[in-house]
């Protein structure tokens, strides 16, 4: 075995090529910037042109930037293509993210079938057929890291969130199930739950929900995007080489509280 690099450089990750998909915006988009500056020439793919192009202009300011590869995640063909565009363009990437995900909040008795669809193929098909995608290719190398984003949602029952609960449930899920799966062939596949972060695909909560939401965080405040990305660069680098099937909790202690 590889001997665990000494101090600061078990955090490195010089020399390795990442994907965030769903990397032109909020969460998914911090993270493409913290592990270039943690070393990784990283690229963002996502459905926005322009906010992709934007992402690896503010990559590029803080580590090796990689390209913008606009498609739709919940097509496992467009990922099968991305990853031979990728292959073409400099190899398999060492490690992806994916940080794609939308939300339906309404009550669970007004959820019709295109809210059921819509959330259900962005955040379990997309991301299962990305695993399998990337991973297979991981897996011929016999190396790689793979970190989904989950929730909160995953742990607690959220009434007015019934089918994005479901999706993170299925999420943590697939990341135990894949983590145990490829483990002994070198590829490992954890997950980070955000606690209560403002992006764009929560900003218009109700202010009874967002009260509800810092009265139950220890912290008393939201989490601010740049404290996500010391757990991404952990989970991506040789510091984590024995974690796998794990899901880290970024939450302001929210999950550790009782009444």
């Not at 580590?63 to 990922?79: E, K, N, Q, S, T």
């Not at 980070?192 to 009265?215: Q, S, V, Y």
């Not at 139950?216 to 010391?230: D, H, K, Q, S």
Request: aromatic share 6%; proline share 5%.
């Amino acid at each position: 075995m590889i001997p665990m690099p000494a101090g600061t450089a078990a955090f490195s990750l010089a020399g390795q090529s990442a994907l965030v998909i769903g990397g032109g915006s909020g969460i998914g988009r911090a993270i493409a910037i913290g592990l270039a500056g943690a070393g990784a020439r990283t690229s963002v793919s996502g459905r926005r042109k322009d906010w992709l192009e934007e992402a690896i202009g503010a990559i590029g300011a803080k580590g090796p930037a990689g390209r913008p590869y606009p498609l739709d995640a919940r097509d496992p063909r467009a990922l099968g293509g991305l990853l031979a565009q990728l292959q073409k363009d400099g190899g398999t990437p060492d490690i992806v993210v994916n940080a794609q995900g939308v939300i339906a909040t309404k009550p669970a008795l007004e959820i019709g079938e295109d809210d059921y669809d819509r959330v259900m193929d962005t955040n379990v098909k997309s991301v299962f057929f990305s695993c399998l995608v990337f991973g297979r290719a991981m897996l011929a190398r016999g190396s790689g890291s793979i970190v989904n984003i989950s929730s909160l949602a995953a742990y607690r029952g959220w009434p007015g969130s019934a089918v994005y609960g479901m999706s993170k449930h299925a999420l943590k899920s697939l990341t135990e199930t894949f983590g145990a799966e490829w483990a002994a062939q070198g590829v490992r596949v954890n997950a980070i739950a955000p606690g209560f972060f403002i992006t764009d695909l929560n900003r218009a909560m109700p202010e009874e929900r967002k009260k509800r939401a810092l009265d139950r965080t220890p912290m008393r405040r939201f989490g601010e995007l740049p404290e996500l990305v010391g757990a991404a660069v952990y989970l991506c680098s040789p510091a984590a080489r024995y974690v796998t099937g794990a899901t880290i909790a970024v939450d302001g202690g929210y999950l550790a509280t009782g009444i």
